[in-house]
């Protein structure tokens, strides 16, 4: 009889268990919905395919600014996976300089200016594991003129997905040069990849420090990921920095005095 008792309630947990899991998952796939909701459809529009193809087309024919497209490719590619991945993209991507397209089972980026695609394609990878959104991330840049070069940039992208997935979940690779710095310089300027970590040592947050110096958060973003800014905005950002970095020292080193 014990035994009954015993494989009876180990049935009764085994049903509250599986029914937890259930509403944790049905309560994760509202919230992921919920997010998507709340995304204002006119901050970053999307695309799909063949509007993709179309733009592509008119980045290579057309302009002659350098070029970056990535390819996000969903390890589990369900349609909650997609929307949730679709909020996170929408919500980091940079208002009116980043577009997004819906394509299969993942998404592109497509983006214009001289840039770090490494560190371009390293943000959006961190942006989405932060999202708990697992994918391979494959770039392509170039800064090439030549149509003939510009038009290979779709399919490099996707050439590297597969190598993403052995590589950390990321693949980078330039065409029509050595490096992405060969590509003739512009107007602006690019940060050196220590001024995220020197923005982070504040322990303050993007936002926050966007607030605090009198910026946008996509300008901060541009800064920070590698991305060609406005030299009067660079000298501002880096200004405001090295303005918060004294002021903090002095607060720190005053603390140390006054220690008994």
């Known amino acids: 009889m014990s035994w009954l008792i015993g494989l009876g309630v180990c049935l009764a947990l085994a049903v509250v268990v599986a029914a937890y899991i259930w509403l944790t998952r049905l309560s994760r796939d509202v919230a992921s919905l919920k997010e998507a909701a709340r995304v204002e459809l006119g901050t970053v529009q999307i695309g799909n395919a063949r509007a993709l193809e179309e733009r592509l087309a008119d980045l290579s024919e057309r302009e002659t600014f350098p070029i970056l497209a990535g390819r996000i490719a969903l390890h589990s590619p369900s349609s909650t996976e997609r929307i949730r991945a679709l909020a996170a993209l929408r919500a980091v991507a940079v208002r009116g300089a980043d577009e997004i ?111 605090l110096v009198g910026a946008t958060l996509d300008q901060v973003i541009c800064w920070e990921t590698g991305r060609e800014c406005e030299v009067a905005l660079s000298d501002q950002l880096s200004m405001k920095l090295g303005l918060l970095e004294k002021a903090i020292s002095s607060v720190v080193e005053a603390g140390k005095r006054a220690e008994p």
């Not at 299969?104 to 840039?115: E, I, N, Q, T, V």
Request: charged letters at 30%.
């Open 101 to 211: 397209f819906a394509d299969g089972d993942g998404f592109w980026l497509l983006m214009g200016g001289r840039a770090d695609p490494f560190r371009v394609g390293g943000y959006f990878l961190g942006e989405l594991r932060a999202y708990k959104i697992r994918a391979a991330c494959s770039w392509a840049y170039t800064g090439s003129a030549d149509p003939s070069v510009r038009r290979e940039v779709r399919a490099a992208a996707l050439q590297g997905v597969e190598r993403a997935r052995t590589n950390d979940g990321l693949s980078v690779r330039v065409l029509g040069s050595e490096a992405w710095q060969d590509v003739g310089a512009g107007d602006g300027r690019i940060a050196d990849a220590s001024f995220r970590e020197r923005r982070e040592n504040t322990g303050l947050r993007r936002l926050e420090f966007a607030s």
